[in-house]
Structure formats: C-alpha cells, structure tokens
C-alpha cells in the first residue's frame, strides 16, 4: 500500500445545532500534517466527535471551510470524499461477510472483481483476518469486528483514516492490544490518522498531536509531552493525569499545577533541594497500588494533593504526620485560573507553553 | 453521534407527499359514511342530495336494528369476560412454564388468527348444527370467544414481556403472601395489558362477520350481519347510521385506554 | 397455585418441577375451548370431505375437473398476489417515513395506521361500495378525466382496490417493526465508503428490511386468500374467488364435504405458505405487532 499522507486543515469551523444554545463546535482551527497521527480528546459534549463526523461529512458546518491537501471538501457530499471512517459501535453490515464487508468501498468506486479480490485479501492480512474472510460479522468477537471496520475502512487507501473512539466498547485487554494494531496500521500505512476519545491514556500512547476539547472548543493542541508536561490550561492539566494545583498567593488569577510524580516528600523540618518550591502537609493515607506508593496529602489551606513513591522508596512519614512537600520550579505550570477568568471578561488567547518566571511560593 | 444526510430525522418533499397519500388513503374512504348516514334519500346515491336524521330515527326504532344491536353488545360483553379470563390465564401459563411443547401450544392459541375465516365458519357452522348451536346466543359467544382469544393472549405476552418477576420474589422477601403478592405488585403492572385484551376482545366479536353470517337465524342475528344484509339483500340506508355510531363507538373504546396508558408517560417526561 | 405466582427463581433446575406443572393448569381452559370449538371443527370439515358421501379423494379430484374451481383458485391466488404487491409498494416508504420521523409524529402515523384497522369491517366495505358503485365518486372522477363507464363494483379490480385499503394496516406494522431495528448509522457507514445515498438505501437498507417485507407479504397474501367479506359485498359471482364459492356450497347447497373440500385446499395453501416463509419470518408475529401497536 502507499505511503502517502494528505494534510487537513480546519479553519474556524463552527457547528450550532438547531435549539441548543451553546455551539456543539466553537471556532475551531487546526492543522493536521500529512501522515500525522492526531488525536481528538475530551470529555463527552465537548465537540470532538461532531468535528469528526463534519470532516466525514456526516454533519454540516454552520460556519468555516475544511480542507484536505488545500481543496476545500465541505461543499463535497460524504461519499465523494474519499475518507475512511471507523465508527464506535462497528457499523459492519450484518447481511455480509467479512470480505463482502471489505469488498463494499471498492465496489462503490468501480473496481474490478479480480482486483477487489486481491485487494480485500490484502486486507484481511493486514489485521490477521484471512481464516475469517466468509463469517458474518455476528460471528466475530468485538474485537474482531473493530478489525473489519479498520480494514474496510483503509481497503480503498482514503485519503485519511476518522476513527469515532473506535474501542469504547471492548474490554481492557483487547483495547490495549487494538491500540498495538492501530499504532503499527499507522506506520505501515503511512496515513493521515484522527482518531476521537475521551481516553487519555488512549490518548497519550497512540498519538503523534493530540487535540484537548472542552466545550466546543480546542483547549491546547500540542505533543503528549507538551501536554502532560506543560498544560496551557486546568482543564487539559486535570483532564490528562492527575496533578496537585496550588494558588499562587503573590499572582493572582492563575494556578499552580504539579504532578503527583514530581512531589518529593522530605521528614519534617529537614532541608529541602536549593531551588525547590516547598509546603507544609499533613499525609492523610499511603495507599500500595503495585509499582508505587499514593501518599494522600492536606495541606495548610485545606486543599488536597497526591504525591506518589515508587515502590521501594520509603515514605517518609506515617499518616497523621506532618511532611515537607517541594518540587523544582521546571516541573510545574502555571496556567490562568478559570474562576479569575470567568470574573474577568472574555478569557485572551491563551499562550502555547507558560514559562515561570519566579517561584510561586 | 449527531448527524444529517441519511440519518436525519427531516423527510424528504417526495416522502412527505407520500406519508399524506396514504394517510389520506387510509382514513379517508371510510369518512365517507359518514355525510352518507345524513342522507335523505332511499338510496346509495352519494353525496347525498338532501339531508335529514331520518336513518337514526330508522336505525333506534326499527326492531330489526335495535334487536341486532343488543345481540352484539350482549355478544361482545361475555366474549370480552371469556375471552380475557381464559387467555389472561393462558398467558400466565405461556410465561411461567418451561415445556418443550410450550411453542406448539403458543401456536395452537395463535391459529385462529391464522386461519382462513371462511374456514373456520364453515368449520363451526357445520358442528354447531349438530350440537344445535346455531341461531343461540351461546353459539354466538362460543365461536367469537376462539376468534378473540389469541387477541388477549399476544395483548397480555406484550405486559407479561415488559414485567420483572423478580419483584415477586422481593414481595414475598417482603413478608407478603401469595394472594397479597399477586393482587397487589403482580395485577396492577399487567392491568393495562388485561385492559387492551378486554377491549381487543369486545371489538372483535363486535365487528365479526363471516362465522356470524353462518350462525344467523331469522330470530337472531348480530347488527354486522344486519349490516352485510342492508347491502346484499335489501337497500337500507340504515347501514350508514348504523357504520357511523360504531366507527364512533369503536374510536371512543380503542382511543381512551390509549390515552389512559399514554397520559402517564407524558407527565413522566415533563 | 401458590407456587405459581412466587417462583421467580432464575435457576431452572432448582426450581421444583411441581411448580412448573402447575402453572401448565392455566393453559388448560383456553386449551379446551379451542380444542373442542376450533381444532375439533377443523378436524371434522377435513375428515368429511374424504369421507362423505362415500371415502376417498372423490371431492378433490371432482374440484380439479369442474372447470370452475380451479379457475377461482387462480384467480384469488392472481388478485392476493396482486393485493400484496400493491400494499407493499404503498407501504414501504410510509413505513420507512415512521422510522424517521420525531416519536410524536410517529404516533399520529401510527393511529392512522391503527384506527382504520379497527374500524368496522363492515363500515370499511360499505363505504367502498359507495364509491365503487355506478355513478359513485370513482366513476364521476374518472369521467371528469376523460374515462366514461369505470365502475368497479361487481369487478376483480374493485375488490383489489378495497382489499389494498383493508390490508395496509398488516403491511405497514410488519414493515415498521422491521425497519426500526436497523441501525440507521449503518447507512452513515455506507455513505462514508463511497456509496450515493441511494446506493445505500439499496444495497445496506433494502436487504435489512426484507424480514419485514416478507412477513408483511406473506401476512397480507394469507389475509387476502381467505378473506370473504370484500369479495361477497364489492365482487361479483361470475368472477368470485375462493371464499365466495365455499360460502355458496355450504350456506344454499348445503354441500358440506363438497365446500370443505375447498376449504381444506384453502387452508393446505395457507399452512404451505406458512411454513415456506416460516424461516425467514413468523406472520403471526406480524399480527402480533398489530395488537402491541394499539
């Protein structure tokens, strides 16, 4: 199969759906290179499947242009534009077989029949399917089933792959090992992929760029460890990972964000790192969850955080008992504080990365 | 996913003219009986010329229609209390037994349904002249009893279907005996199905004609028969009164459990 | 009795079959009625026709060589075929209108399906009778365009046209009900792979809606075979199906084994066709659909 990708650009897309207030799509502009690997995250209701199925063309755009290779598609009705669509709950259909399934895209674009044979294979080998080809998708496993879509929805060699949180409906082990497939479809194919959920692990491990939605629009758009490392707001810091977020009492309107792996707990009263910010707390439980300790911490303001230790590493106090708590400044954020943001007007465009300037604390 | 294009919930202008057609097909050609019952004249000529009340002044003084009125409502009512005691029973039976034979069984309750009309009222004609059932009240309500029966039974399976037993098992944990038990959680969740099978029932020994136009006798005779008789034997504009009081009657009986069962749900939602 | 109301155990075998036994006892009076009212009846129409006068298939082959019977035959077979056909078109793309629209909307849609249903059988062929018959609304509205003397009372067609109007309800609800399992993003999928939308009305949807088409078909076929009261009121005798002629042997001739001949060819048709189309669909589950809809 080739190995061409084609960029997609969305430029200030907005979708409102009749009756509702709030648009399901809000200004939304991004720009997808070609063979990239991005993800659509958020929350359910924040717009990114809607986005999706506006690039399928399942949804119409209220206001906006989408292009892919820079030929606007959004005046192209669905089936004239040549993308592959996976859909969350399969969408086989269940009066065909598997390779009847895979055989439908190119059936529609006129191929011939030794070549629709050649290619369906070519398929089915793809994602392991060949002794499956003549069962009825009712036949397979979940897992199996989200294999033909994959497959018949790359057969026709789209010009990008839309995946609607194509394993929201399996179990645990067979998520993790579809993602495995899905990674290596990616570099096998060389494709545009854009792929929707709400799962951030998901999330972290599959994607070259991943999208933050939230309420219609993009939060942050940036590398997972952009994201994870350096979240410009504290939706996209508690919506990826946990973090412990601290106010800054000398900056008023943003917060402190911290990881709970990048808190180091210290017996109390002894000296901390030069350099690293520091509090007070009180460790209220130590939970064993395997490969680490998670030390629940209060701290004087009342608030509640999370520090982590890997196993083998002694916590140094007992719940109950008072800790210092520090971390290095590099390995916190400091993002605008959504109740300061609401009090003020509109919220300004956000910069990309906050660079702190001086310890918060 | 939210979406347009083939899954949207707008019709189409070509669908939307069609949905009315039919519609329109539907309802219509029935209406017409109606402007038809004020007719004047002594014939079928429709639309009628003049107008008057005359054919329900026939209709309510004429010992022959008031006479077949009475036989069908009597009919109708014991049918209706029959019919519903033996296939509410049945139904119970049908959900609570594990045969292997129970399929066949379900099929046997539903062949009536299935079965030729004209069959099964020669079929019963030729029996009921032996056991002299023909031209008796009970040979009426016998043969609608079969024709009904499967109408309460599939009305019932439908309440039956939507119905947790286990809240049976809660109420007896609860400390309730069995007679509690069923009149109290188990009766009033299948009410609205014994209902519909009542009505079902009373309707389809009301409107049934082919086993009763075999059973007639010059003394006794439901009004569908009168009816099929104003048409085929004499010319009697009475059948217009007569199909307008029972398409409002029949209306009137299916659309208030409809809004009874519906009436509920509705507040539910708001 | 007891025992049936208060088991509610999930576990089968745990459950004493005492219990189960006894809820077998509620079967029994509808049981006995239509034993001994509808299946002892049927039973004995059947063993008169090989019996009476004398045993053996004297009436059968009697039918085959009167030149009459099977001509009807034929005929109501022809005008079932043709009742079916036209109900089907008529009601597929109502019935797909149903799955569309908002849930109130398909209320209305689905009184207006009903209430005809249960409107008086009789009212419903007066009323075609009205507008069938000379100088009626059919053919005043034919000589308004041009076709003088269409008067269908009395004709084959005129019972079609009667018989498509009573037998929509049986088409339409088999059909509903069909359509409505079918998952509607399917055909989302289908467009995304390239098919126009009426490509994947063809070959995605079509194909998952035939269980209804063809329960509707063989229901409103069935119905049709047998059905007495249109044909007697808007056909005529020189053109009369099966039903009118059994009617006519049994009811002035009196001739028993003679109409039950032709009853037990009708019914035979029917438990054919019953059976043919029992694995892609239940009818009765289509009539059952009539019920749950009211």
Redesign the interface.
């Known amino acids: 199969m080739n190995k061409s990708g084609h960029g997609i650009t969305i430029s200030s897309v907005t979708k409102v ?1 009749g009756g509702l207030q709030r648009p ?1 799509v809000d200004n939304v502009s991004l720009t997808i290179a070609p063979g990239e690997f991005m993800t659509f995250l958020g929350p359910s209701g924040s717009g990114k ?2 986005m999706l ?1 506006m690039i ?5 755009l209220t206001t906006g242009s989408i292009c892919v290779d820079g030929q606007d598609i959004s005046p192209l ?3 004239k ?5 996976v ?1 969350q ?1 399969y ?5 065909m077989s598997v390779a009847k399934n895979i055989a ?2 190119l059936q ?2 006129g191929m011939a029949k030794k070549d629709i044979a050649a290619k369906v294979d070519e398929a089915l080998e793809l994602v392991h399917l060949r002794d499956c080809a003549d069962r009825l998708p009712r036949q397979l496993s979940g897992g199996q089933q989200q294999r033909v879509a994959l497959a ?2 790359v057969v ?1 060699q789209p010009r990008a792959l839309l995946m ?1 949180e194509p394993l929201g409906a399996l179990d645990k082990r067979l998520r993790d090992q579809l993602q495995r497939e899905i990674a290596r479809m990616h570099r096998e194919l060389g494709m545009t992929f854009i792929f929707v959920t709400h799962d951030q692990h998901e999330a972290l491990t599959l994607s070259d760029r991943i999208a933050v939605f939230n309420e219609g629009r993009i939060e942050q758009v940036g590398t997972p460890a952009e994201l994870y490392e350096h979240p410009a707001t504290l939706f996209v810091a508690q919506f990826l990972g946990e973090s412990n977020t601290f106010s800054g009492p000398d900056r008023t309107g943003s917060v402190v964000v911290v990881r709970p792996e990048r808190l180091d707990l210290h017996p109390h009263g002894s000296s901390i790192p030069p350099g690293h910010n520091s509090l007070e707390a009180t460790v209220t439980n130590i939970v064993y969850v395997g490969n680490h300790h998670q030390v629940g911490l209060h701290f004087a303001d009342n608030t509640q955080g999370t520090a982590m230790r890997l196993a083998g590493t002694p916590v140094p106090a007992m719940p109950g008992e008072t800790v210092t708590v520090s971390w290095h400044p590099d390995h916190q954020a400091v993002v605008p504080d959504p109740a300061a943001a609401a009090a003020e007007t509109e919220p300004s465009g956000q910069s990309d990365t906050p660079r702190l300037t001086q310890p918060a604390i | 996913m939210p979406s347009q294009s083939l899954s949207d919930k707008r019709l189409g202008w070509g669908l939307r003219v069609w949905v009315a057609v039919v519609a329109a097909v539907l309802l219509a050609p029935t209406l017409v009986v109606i402007p038809m019952s004020f007719s004047a004249s002594e014939t079928f000529q429709f639309p009628p010329h003049k107008w008057s009340w005359r054919w329900y002044e026939e209709f309510f003084s004429s010992p022959k229609w008031t006479d077949s009125l009475l036989t069908s409502v009597q009919v109708g009512l014991m049918v209706a209390v029959i019919a519903t005691v033996l296939g509410v029973a049945a139904a119970f039976g049908l959900d609570r037994t594990r045969w292997r034979a129970r399929g066949a069984v379900r099929s046997a309750m539903m062949a009536p349904m299935i079965v030729p009309g004209i069959v099964v009222a020669i079929a019963i004609y030729g029996v009921f002249l032996r056991w002299q059932l023909n031209g008796t009240l009970l040979g009426f309500v016998l043969a609608h009893t079969v024709l009904a029966v499967p109408f309460v039974v599939t009305s019932m399976q439908t309440s039956l279907a939507g119905y947790d037993r286990t809240m049976e098992t809660a109420s007896a944990s609860l400390g309730a005996g069995w007679v509690t038990t069923f009149l109290r959680v188990t009766l009033p969740q299948v009410l609205p199905g014994i209902g519909s099978g009542l009505v079902f029932a009373f309707v389809t020994s009301l409107d049934e004609v082919v086993i009763a136009l075999f059973l007639q006798t010059p003394d006794i005779r439901t009004m569908p028969v009168q009816m099929y008789d104003s048409i085929t034997a004499e010319i009697d504009p009475t059948i217009g009164a007569a199909s307008s009081l029972i398409m409002v009657a029949t209306t009137v009986v299916l659309l208030v459990p409809l809004l009874v069962r519906r009436a509920p749900r509705r507040s539910q939602r708001s | 009795m007891t025992a049936a109301f208060t088991s509610a155990t999930a576990d089968k075998a745990a459950r004493p079959s005492r219990r189960r036994t006894l809820a077998g006892w509620f079967l029994l009076p509808a049981t006995a009625v239509l034993v001994v009212f509808f299946f002892y009846p049927l039973a004995a129409i059947v063993w008169q026709s090989f019996t009476q006068p004398s045993y053996g298939v004297g009436h059968y082959l009697a039918l085959l060589n009167d030149g009459v019977s099977t001509t009807v035959l034929l005929r109501t077979l022809r005008t079932a075929l043709v009742v079916s056909t036209c109900t089907l078109f008529i009601a597929y793309p109502f019935a797909y209108a149903m799955t569309k629209v908002a849930p109130r909307a398909r209320g209305v849609l689905m009184l207006l399906v009903l209430l005809p249903f249960w409107t008086s059988v009789m009212a419903r062929n007066y009323a075609w009778y009205l507008l069938e018959q000379r100088d009626g609304v059919i053919e005043r509205l034919f000589s308004a365009i041009g076709f003088d003397g269409v008067v269908l009372l009395g004709t084959v067609t005129g019972v079609t046209v009667a018989m498509v109007q009573v037998m929509l309800p049986f088409m339409v609800l088999p059909l509903y009900s069909s359509m409505s399992s079918i998952d509607r993003r399917l055909l989302d999928a289908a467009v995304s792979l390239g098919a126009s939308p009426y490509r994947a009305l063809r070959t995605v949807y079509l194909p998952l809606s035939l269980p209804g088409v063809v329960s509707g078909c063989s229901l409103v076929f069935i119905m049709t075979l047998g059905f007495f009261v249109t044909p007697a009121l808007l056909g005529s005798p020189q053109e009369s199906l099966i039903s009118q002629v059994i009617q006519t042997r049994v009811s002035s001739l009196l001739d028993f084994p003679g109409g039950g001949a032709l009853g037990t060819v009708l019914l035979v048709v029917t438990l054919v066709l019953l059976f043919a189309v029992s694995r892609i669909s239940r009818p009765t589950a289509g009539l059952s659909k009539v019920v749950d809809g009211a």
């Open positions: 759906f399901a499947t809607t199925s399928a063309g399942i949804t119409s009705k669905p089936h534009r040549n993308l592959g669509v859909f709950q969408a086989l259909f269940p009066h439908y895209p529609q674009r018949r929805a026709y609607d």
